[in-house]
Antibody, heavy 120, light 106 residues
Framework: EVQLVQSGGGLVQVGGSLRLSCAAS????????MGWVRQAPGKGLEWVAN????????FYADSVKGRFTISRDNARNSLLLQMNSLSVEDTAVYYC?????????????WGRGTLVTVSS | DIQMTQSPSSLSASVGDRVTITCRAS??????LNWYQQKPGKTPNLLIY???TLQSGVPSRFTGSGSGTDFTLTISSLQPEDFATYYC?????????FGGGTKVES
């Protein structure tokens, strides 16, 4: 069974940093693109970032480019999202997602989500 | 960026109803259109990808159609467990973008 177990998140002040982690199991992690999608309270879904199997190609939404860094550790089956210079607009539930097909950018497995609250 | 516009934003339906949700892309995305279902307080769930391919385990009452800029999600006979919010997502061009969602309620 595919599992994406998220950790990290919480309350941080404007301008602060947080790191989100996602531990994957139940599939060959290094075979899949992975990414992050977020959802602000009461709002819709917003793609944040994703990266290739080897971690060498990374893609970001304009809203987070230059502030967030996605990375992965295939030896540890883990996905990370380093978030810097956080703003109130980054307040959201962040979901770790698996790309169903290499580079297809559609998400067939989702973590339970972790809430990030940025306070002014 | 490709804008995805869903309509309606919400609809009221009853069990057994046929429900149709539309999604329009701001430019041609061929068939790179996916649908997700999200129940309150739950994680989104992939229903349909490639505009019309049913994800494994998804009931056959869900169908997707369309190409180019106009797409449709149809629930042939609404079941109690189908009351949820539905999102379309284009996977043609980065940045990936989602529609605003359609809430199906009773």
């Amino acid at each position: 069974e595919v599992q994406l177990v998220q950790s990290g998140g919480g309350l941080v002040q404007v301008g602060g940093s947080l790191r989100l982690s996602c531990a994957a199991s139940g599939f060959i992690f290094s075979d899949y693109w992975m990414g992050w999608v977020r959802q602000a309270p009461g709002k819709g879904l917003e793609w944040v970032a994703n990266l290739r199997q080897d971690g060498n190609d990374k893609f970001y939404a304009d809203s987070v480019k230059g502030r967030f860094t996605i990375s992965r550790d295939n030896a540890r089956n883990s996905l990370l999202l380093q978030m810097n210079s956080l703003s109130v607009e980054d307040t959201a539930v962040y979901y770790c997602v698996r790309d169903k097909v290499v580079g297809a950018s559609l998400f067939d497995s989702w973590g339970r989500g972790t809430l990030v609250t940025v306070s002014s | 960026d490709i804008q995805m516009t869903q309509s309606p934003s919400s609809l009221s339906a009853s069990v057994g109803d046929r429900v149709t949700i539309t999604c329009r892309a701001s430019r041609n995305i061929i068939g790179f259109l996916n649908w997700y279902q999200q129940k309150p307080g739950k994680t989104p769930n992939l229903l349909i990808y490639g505009a019309s391919t049913l994800q494994s385990g998804v009931p056959s009452r869900f169908t997707g159609s369309g190409s180019g800029t106009d797409f449709t999600l149809t629930i042939s006979s609404l079941q109690p467990e189908d009351f949820a919010t539905y999102y379309c997502q284009q996977s043609h061009t980065a940045p990936l973008t989602f529609g605003g969602g359609t809430k199906v309620e009773s």
